[in-house]
């Protein structure tokens, strides 16, 4: 199985940063792409940032230029550096894992979502 620890989060004034952080660990035999999705009250779950083995990135048109997604490949660890923090980032920010896991092969695992709240 995987397991994937996320921290960073908590209340910012706008304006403000966070660095978010999502560690996986388990039979981790590849690791095809992370990312961070989040979640608004009232809203449907959205793709923020992913980063592929490769490097590649893809982010929301709402965040370019404010949030940086990196990784870690030595600790499978992904982060999401988010500045110029506005009111509508407000949300619970989930972790994405997908990749191959020893034995149970293709898995797309969830963290379990860490509050990003901005607001004066």
């Known amino acids: 199985q995987v397991q994937l620890v996320e921290s960073g989060g908590g209340l910012v004034q706008p304006g403000g940063s966070l660095r978010l952080s999502c560690a996986a660990s388990?039979?981790?035999?590849?690791?095809?792409?992370m990312g961070w999705y989040r979640q608004a009250p009232g809203k449907e779950r959205e793709l923020v940032a992913a980063i592929t083995s490769g490097g590649s990135t893809n982010y929301a048109d709402s965040v370019k230029g404010r949030f940086t997604i990196s990784r870690d490949n030595a600790k499978n660890t992904v982060y999401l550096q988010m500045n110029s923090l506005k009111p509508e980032d407000t949300a619970v920010y989930y972790c994405?894992?997908?990749?191959?896991?020893?034995?149970?092969?293709?898995?797309?695992?969830w963290g379990q979502g860490t509050l990003v709240t901005v607001s004066s």
């Open positions: 388990g039979s981790i035999f590849g690791i095809n792409a």
């Open positions: 994405n894992f997908k990749g191959v896991v020893i034995t149970l092969g293709y898995l797309e695992v």
